[in-house]
């Protein structure tokens, strides 16, 4: 039984598309984020949800657009893609916000823009 | 802001010690994590220092100095499957808004050899 869970774990799109990356958490956790990891492994927090509400959201350009049904889902689309995008995104999540030190990430989804 | 600092490249022999340090600069802390990463896969959590001294979780440990803003990863015994990207993390202080990011540092490629 996956812990955190996304998809699709590889998507090649062209520039200017529009897609979006689904995840989703088992494991009963109130929180859960977005991290980019770009191709120096350099990984960086995007976006934060604690119980579909959005906590952190950091200087991300505004193409991309986070969204949480509810607290067990956290979707990431991002519109007009474009070739600075190309890096592997994953979805974490952690019981509350404050336990954040130890967050159980998804496999990633390592989008290539052409 | 937040920075972190450890080294790029760690090469050890099997059976061996390694230790992969991190220092940090950092405008409030609350505490420092390890994780792992294996080529291609996810981020996985090792464990977390909040106080200074040491952290013992099998054949890997972890030490804080809040003084010295430092902290490292020992792994012991090594084994061909430590060969991985080591990442340290810091969580801000909760008086700032930090507190729910974890900031990571750039990695350090560990590679161990037979």
């Known amino acids: 039984d996956t812990a955190v869970s996304q998809t699709p774990k590889y998507l090649v799109t062209q520039m200017g598309n529009d897609k979006s990356i689904k995840c989703e958490q088992n494991?009963?956790?109130?929180?859960m984020y977005w991290y980019k990891q770009d191709s120096k492994k350099f990984l960086k927090i995007m976006f934060s949800?604690?119980?579909?509400?959005?906590?952190i959201n950091e200087t991300v350009p505004n193409r991309f657009s986070p969204k949480s049904p509810d607290k067990a889902h956290l979707n990431l689309h991002i519109n007009s893609l474009e070739l600075g995008d190309s890096a592997v995104y994953f979805c974490?999540?952690?019981?509350?916000?404050?336990?954040?030190?130890?967050?159980?990430f998804g496999q990633g989804t390592r989008l290539t823009v052409v | 802001g937040q920075s972190l600092e450890q080294p790029s490249e760690v090469t050890a022999v099997e059976g061996a010690i390694v230790q992969i340090n991190c220092t940090y600069q950092t405008s409030g802390f609350y505490g420092l994590s390890w994780y792992q990463q294996h080529d291609g896969g996810a981020p996985t959590f090792l464990s977390y220092?909040?106080?200074?001294g040491l952290e013992e979780t099998g054949r890997f440990s972890s030490f804080l100095s809040r003084s010295d803003s430092y902290g490292y990863l020992l792994l012991q015994e090594l084994q061909m499957k430590d060969s991985a990207s080591y990442f340290c993390a810091v969580r801000g202080s909760p008086l700032m808004d930090s507190s729910y990011k974890l900031i990571f540092g750039s990695g350090t490629r560990l590679l161990v050899r037979p």
């Open positions: 974490a999540s952690s019981r509350q916000p404050g336990e954040i030190q130890e967050a159980f």
């Open positions: 494991l009963g956790h109130d929180t």
């Open positions: 220092n909040a106080l200074d």
């Open positions: 949800y604690n119980n579909k509400e959005l906590i």
